[in-house]
């Protein structure tokens, strides 16, 4: 699937669109992914402030999908945990901005060559637009080459 076409669909995916969760960029090569989470009445905590739950949701997928689609068909990338740290109050909408490069996926590619099992963790702030962090997720991929390519 093309990462424009992906982007439209997950714009569209209800756990996104209802929660005024948007993907606003996937590179073509599958190397970034930014994202915004709107602050709306509808998605609000008791005190007025961005739900927990909706900061991690917006980060949930997109280290495993960028990790599968620059490895390709010949191994399995799952989400095995993830953590989130609430910095500071998100009183206005936040973004995240996801970058996985060449050398990262080259690695990993090096580490399950064996065969064996690859863990690694991935850690990405939630910014306001200013830059201040309102949270730090980390999520722990992981990989391992498939039989039929070992």
């Excluded at 990338?77 to 970058?99: C, L, M, N, Q, S």
Aim: net charge positive; proline share 5%.
């Amino acid at each position: 699937m093309r990462a424009s076409t992906f982007r439209r669909l997950m714009n569209l995916w209800p756990p996104f669109l209802c929660n005024s969760i948007r993907v606003q960029h996937v590179a073509e090569d599958w190397s970034e992914v930014r994202v915004v989470l709107r602050l709306r009445p509808w998605n609000r905590n008791y005190v007025r402030t961005q739900f927990g739950g909706n900061l991690f949701a917006m980060t949930d997928p997109f280290w495993m999908l960028l990790a599968m689609h620059q490895l390709g068909s010949d191994y399995y990338v799952w989400d095995k945990a993830g953590t989130i740290d609430f910095v500071a109050p998100g009183r206005e909408d936040v973004y995240a901005h996801f970058r996985l490069d060449g050398a990262t996926v080259d690695e990993l590619r090096a580490a399950a060559a064996s065969g064996d099992k690859v863990l690694r963790w991935f850690e990405v702030p939630v910014t306001t637009r200013s830059g201040e962090v309102v949270a730090m997720v980390r999520k722990q991929l992981y990989v391992r080459l498939k039989p039929k390519a070992r």
